[in-house]
């Protein structure tokens, strides 16, 4: 008997929700919070998805869970390491990860249908007194180097095609920093000037940035027995009175993912709180 995913995305009148049937979906920083909300809704959507980070103890929980949550989806869903904060190092891995991709499902071998990268090391804040140009340059390796790197060998194997996507991640505070969050609000506004930049180059590819607010992932367990006061402060600076989830969130990387006629876009998913 088919499963209930193969039932949707191969039904007679399914035109929505087989966008990504059988495309190829990459997503570096799969293993926890948004990027691995991207993976499950990509291989719900019956997408053949690779998930990409530095850790292989994380990757493997990451892939069970998956294959935990759709059992019949096992042969969809692969990994491979990759640390981005090797800077030039990073590349050879880059390029592994995304030929494993392109050789997952049965489509013709060679190409990665879209490529989603949520990854980033530790982004700390630090008061400007205690700035480093090693800091600095930190908190730029995995997001902006990583994420260059990645665009550069995305488009030896993305399809030169509307249907094909690259979608970076940035934050609400490049738009409203919070006191010490300077640098970290200049990595955001890289990362959409980056996106803008390679929305030009890659063309016809598609490139686009989800700009999220604050959405409680494994990122925040740094924040130990602060987060509950953290949480109640970021609740309060929306207009929902909530935060996000990565769940809310993977709904902005799906579309990105299907609307071939949005490029050069940055879509926001805050709760409201460039309002208040
Ligand atoms: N959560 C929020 O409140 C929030 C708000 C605004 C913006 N954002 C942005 O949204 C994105 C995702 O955040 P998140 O909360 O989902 O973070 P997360 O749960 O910490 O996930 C980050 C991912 O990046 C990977 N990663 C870390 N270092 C890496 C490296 N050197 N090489 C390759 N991969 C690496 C991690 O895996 P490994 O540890 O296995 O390498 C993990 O898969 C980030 O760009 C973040 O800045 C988040």
């Known amino acids: 008997m088919s499963s209930f995913i193969d039932q949707v995305i191969t039904a007679p009148n399914s035109k929505y929700l087989s966008k990504l049937a ?3 979906v990459v997503v570096f920083g799969g293993s926890s919070g948004i990027g691995f909300a991207v993976a499950e809704a990509a291989i ?14 994380k990757l493997a929980d990451a892939q069970s869970r998956i294959v935990a949550r759709y059992p019949d989806r096992g042969e969809y869903i692969s990994s491979a390491v990759c640390d981005l904060s090797k800077k030039d190092d990073a590349e050879t891995e880059i390029e592994k990860a995304l030929d494993l991709a392109a050789n997952t499902g049965p ?25 480093t140009a090693s800091s600095i340059d930190e908190a730029f390796a995995v997001m902006f180097l990583g994420g260059a790197l990645v665009a550069k060998q995305a488009s030896k194997y993305l399809r030169k095609s509307p249907s094909s996507s690259l979608t970076f991640t940035g934050g609400v505070n490049t738009y409203k920093p919070g006191d010490g ?37 494994e990122r925040w367990e740094r924040f130990g027995e602060a987060m509950g006061p953290i949480a109640e402060k970021f609740k309060g600076e929306t207009t929902t ?7 809310d969130l993977a709904e902005a990387y799906l579309y990105l993912m299907k609307d ?17």
């Open 22 to 24: 059988n495309n190829r």
């Open 44 to 57: 719900e959507h019956g997408a053949y998805v690779t998930i990409v980070s530095s850790n292989a103890q």
């Open 107 to 131: 489509s013709t071998p060679g190409h990665v249908d879209h490529i989603v990268f949520t990854a980033a090391g530790s982004i700390e804040t630090k008061p400007l007194s205690e700035l």
């Open 181 to 217: 969050w300077e640098v970290l609000a200049g990595l955001g506004a890289a990362m959409e000037g980056l996106s803008r930049g390679l929305a030009v180059t890659m063309r016809p590819v598609r490139v686009n940035l989800v700009s999220p607010g604050a959405v409680i992932t």
């Open 241 to 247: 009175g909530s935060l996000g989830t990565p769940e």
């Open 260 to 276: 071939k006629f949005a490029t050069g876009s940055v879509v926001h998913s805050n709760g409201g709180r460039l309002l208040v």
